[in-house]
């Protein structure tokens, strides 16, 4: 029995001493790679639910402002970009495609109708009152809070001429536009 013993001594010995030598001889080597990502600005812009709104006034009434609310949430347009990504918005009336300063003109509804009703769009940038048109320099800028945040930005209108015209709905259709 003693021989077994240390004959299965000899045999772990041997094993083990193999073992050590195997993984003192063994070699590694390193090698890295990199995880990146581009991400580019996005921007929506979001009208919808916005509407200039001067209400019913009587024929001949004097100049009246207005400004872009939803009636529910009482929010203007809305922005939604990048952090950070800076943006400009851009205004151009459907009756002035060739305009570039917020002037428009409300057309009424009925056929026979010729009388025009003239307006202009407005932002209030740090208090004041300016014109809101669709040039680098007359758009409403910002800065993107993140693409999940909406920013609101409230567009004011001002009837510029008479109201004393035909009995009918004017109208006219602004195309918001967003450049990021």
Known sequence: MQFNKTLLAVTILTVGGFA?????????????????????????IDTTAANIGFSTIAAGTALQDASITDKESGTGILVKCSKDAPYIINLKAASNPDGTDGKGTMKGVLTDNTDTINYQLNAKIEGAITPWGNLETNGVTGTGAGVSTSISHIVYATIESTTDVKEDTYKDVITASITY
Not at 33 to 43: L, P, Q, W
Request: proline residues 0%; aromatic residues 4%.
């Open 20 to 44: 050590t030598i195997s993984s003192a001889n063994a070699d590694s080597t390193e090698s890295t790679f990199g995880v990146e990502t581009t991400i580019d600005a996005s921007c929506t």
